[in-house]
């Protein structure tokens, strides 16, 4: 006899089905029941309110990091342009010795050059003086600098592109206006000497002597007052030696904690509490390794202030739990099988360890190391507070005991300065940190893609 079965799936035996009563409950099972329906319905509604939630919080994040990135482009972009007064300069002999080119009349070759390219009215009285506030002071220093080098000029007439000073270089790229206000109020914007310094500076303008180039400089000027002169050479120097000792000291002493902790150390309490403060550690403000630096290595050591020997140190301490952490990890993650056949074929302990063990976790801790080495060159704090925020108008005589200034704090330094020229550059070395930090992690994720290994 045939068996049949009922909506929810029950045998009847060919017997007729049995009629629920109006108010019986629906058995558990029953997925099409309304009470199960609803409750899929509701199940459904958070997982989509999850899914918009999630989404909407990483729109937020992108749209937070675009307004940051918008806004320095934005301020920072003008930075990378120099507005410079093509002039022809006389390098008359008597004016520069070639025996003592420094103590030559740099300033009076440059004003000269300026009033010979204006009409004769620029030459009388106060406007003689006024005028000379097109260029930079630091022009004749750049000049000076130019001929050094290329002592065969002197007796010459040149063309060079002389620096123009901040407010002008800020009016021609469209920064500060000409007039500041509206109606009775509008004013001639006092940054621009007067309307007839504008006036010369147009007719600059309109006889082509006055241009833009890609501002070099800003990347191979030491540090200045003059905010159209000031560059990041010393500020890269001295990031670059203070990271150098940071690796130096970090890295393998890093490892070697790792390895330890991970291979040889015994399982006890000791372990235990060492792995616990490494961990407390990493999440240390960075300030409080800047205060153990000054206590220890300025106040208790001696060493030299504002040196990128100490900052390097400083910067060490504070990414040793990072390396030793992810150090660790990348051990873990090679598999037992390695071991056991190393130790299989009759390597010892050691042996095991840094012929088979190490060079497969390297990958991991390279990428660990050179995050740990990305996350030093963005801090402040702790080389503040060793003092390195040197002025550094030189970098030829910067060394690891010499006075040194960051990346990161000679941004503090600018966004400091009353000059509006600084603004601009503070903006133009923040994105330039960013692109060192943008490097640093591209190359941590291209050793990671290119020798990491499947187990």
Known sequence: MSRETDRSGAATDGAPPVRESAGATPPAHDWNSPQQRARLRQRHARNRRMKW????AILLAAGMLALLVVSLLATGLPAFTQTRVTLDVKLD?????????????????VRDALLDTLPPEYRKGSMKRK??????????????DHVMDNPRLIGQTIRYPLLASDPFDQYYKGVIPAWIGEGEKRKFNPKLVNEKVLAAFEQLKAQGRVSAPFNWALFFNPDSRYPEYAGLAGAIVGSFLTLLVCFVISFPVGIAAAIYLEEFAPRNRITDLIEVNINNLAAVPSVVFGLLGL????????????????GGMVLSLMTLPTIIIAARAALKAVPPSIREAALGIGASHHQMVLHHVLPAAMPGILTGAIIGM?????????LLLVGMNAFIPDVSNMGLTAPATVLPTQIYSWAD???RGFVSRTAAAILVLLGFLLVMNAVAIWLRQRYSRKW
């Open 93 to 109: 002999a008597r004016r520069v010795n070639p025996q003592d080119m420094r103590r030559g009349k740099w300033r009076q070759i």
């Open 53 to 56: 939630l999630g989404l909407g």
């Open 295 to 310: 206590a220890l290595f300025l106040g208790w050591f001696g060493l030299p202030r504002s040196a990128p020997l100490v």
């Open 374 to 382: 990305a996350q030093a060159l963005g801090e402040t704090a702790p």
């Open 131 to 144: 005028v000379q506030k097109i260029l930079s002071r630091a022009a004749a220093l750049e000049l000076r």
């Open 417 to 419: 300065s009353p000059e």
